[in-house]
């Protein structure tokens, strides 16, 4: 069995700087953090539990709260947690709350009920009534993908990857501009679509707005009313936007499915962009905001590593980047 010193031998560093490794410590830089996780990769080596853990006070395990994972988006999120976790010997409890908040709130308690040492969480509207009992628990909590008032949260800045969306529409020659947004989670990106549309002396018509409800968008199966619903009025509308701003991947991908089959063409008829990048925008050649996956997660769990409450809130924005595709243009363009 392979030990510390092993992989340090062959990583080409220190003990110590495995050990800061392993500790998820902020002063180890990318490069020589993944040739460390290489070499422990190359060599099998597991971590073991610190004896804190195996005296009872800690119990090694992380509890992640999710939407679903019917959005690949959050499937790449917890993929990238469950790899965080298994170079610092931890484990991860995921639940999902399908956008309900009552089911939202069931599932903190249970986690915290079963001695999870810290929790990482992408919440419904439960979040502000669970912050105080949350805080008395001393769990420490990371809000992943959401600006969060009340605990430590890690983003990427929602604002930039809209202005770029709209840029990018004015750029390609759209003057009808029009998006498809949840009401009560999406208003950041909707206010910077709109700024950047109305600062280039353009208008953002009412009818063109769109708003459904959180996660109705991210069903398993079969139709989805509301979405259907916006997809006969474009048809309808002779005077129809030709530009669409999509909340996230899963819903864009269904609504150019719909289009097409109204006999609609993309981007020909109406150009689309998206949010997350997922594996469908790649596949589906969707023009979509990026968001780095790895960073989010590591800056999360550099927000719960130590087991105790901060005092301040630290909220952490990433920059996100425009990877443009087909379904909003034609030229063969990579990156805003």
Not at 112 to 128: C, F, Q, R, Y
Not at 202 to 217: D, M, P, S, V
Not at 242 to 268: R, S
């Amino acid at each position: 069995m392979a030990s510390l010193k092993d992989v340090a031998k062959k990583a080409g560093v220190s003990t110590a700087t495995v050990s800061r490794v392993l500790n998820n410590h902020p002063g180890v830089n990318p490069e020589t953090r993944q040739a460390v996780r290489d070499a422990m990769d190359f060599l099998c080596y597991v971590p073991l539990k610190s004896a804190v853990q195996l005296s009872g006070k800690c119990s090694g395990l992380i509890g992640v709260v999710l939407p679903n994972l019917v959005n690949p988006h959050f499937c790449e999120l917890l993929a990238t947690f469950e790899e965080e976790a298994r170079y610092i010997g931890k484990s991860v409890i995921v639940k999902t709350h399908q956008n309900q908040p009552q089911q939202d709130k069931q599932i903190i308690h249970s986690l915290i009920g079963m001695g999870i040492d810290s929790l990482l969480w992408v919440p419904t509207e439960a979040e502000a009534e669970l912050s105080e009992w949350l805080r008395a628990t001393h769990i420490p909590v990371a809000v992943v993908t959401q600006v969060s008032r009340f605990f430590n949260s890690v983003s990427i800045n929602q604002t930039r990857g809209a202005e770029n969306i709209a840029g990018h529409f004015i750029h390609t020659g759209h003057t009808a501009f029009g998006f498809i947004a949840q009401d009560g989670v999406d208003n950041r990106k909707v206010s910077a679509y709109s700024r950047k549309i109305t600062g280039h002396g353009l208008q953002l018509a009412l009818a063109h707005q769109f708003w459904i409800g959180k996660g109705e968008g991210e069903r398993t199966s079969g139709h989805i009313h509301n979405l259907d619903v916006i997809i006969d009025k474009l048809k309808k509308d002779p005077a129809r936007c030709t530009c669409l701003l999509v909340y996230n991947d899963v819903a864009a991908c269904y609504i150019i499915d719909g289009l097409k089959a109204q006999g609609l063409t993309v981007p020909d008829d109406i150009a689309i962009a998206s949010f997350d990048n997922t594996v469908l925008a790649q596949t589906q050649k969707i023009t979509s905001v990026a968001q780095p996956i790895n960073e989010i997660a590591h800056l999360a769990f550099q927000m719960v590593k130590n087991n105790s409450q901060l005092e301040s809130i630290d909220m952490v924005e990433i920059v996100s980047r425009l990877i443009i595709r087909e379904s909003s243009v034609r030229l063969n363009i990579t990156t805003l």
